[in-house]
Nanobody
């Protein structure tokens, strides 16, 4: 049973913007913090941004000032607005549900989306 579904990936030119969205089941969304990860070919998966159930956000240094995470509690969706994209942002982006404990995000093992590809190229 697919419980997290990402959308919005695609091809964008350097300097451009994309908005990713993740639709989650109500039970997952309402009870968990949410986050976006990404994984580029040959690289480890890395945490991009987090958002608590209360809307507090956190960002990796490499996206601060460029990416914005948000959640719509009425629609059970979490979004990632990505601006000023560069080639290093190209990756598969994954939506997850988890818990933030003492400042660290812990994804729940079963709550990962299938990923959406972001390609940055001129």
């Amino acid at each position: 049973q697919v419980q997290l579904v990402e959308s919005g990936g695609g091809l964008v030119q350097p300097g451009g913007s994309l908005r990713l969205s993740c639709a989650a089941s109500r039970s997952i969304f309402s009870n968990n913090d949410m986050a976006w990860y990404r994984q580029a070919p040959g690289k480890q998966r890395e945490l991009v941004a987090t958002i608590t159930t209360g809307g507090r956000t956190g960002y990796a240094d490499f996206v601060k000032g460029r990416f914005t995470i948000s959640r719509d509690n009425a629609k059970n969706t979490v979004s990632l607005q990505m601006n000023s994209l560069n080639s290093e942002d190209a990756a598969v982006y994954y939506c997850t549900a988890g818990q933030i404990y003492r400042g660290t995000y812990f994804p729940l093992g079963d709550y990962w989306g299938q990923g959406t590809q972001v390609t940055v190229s001129s």
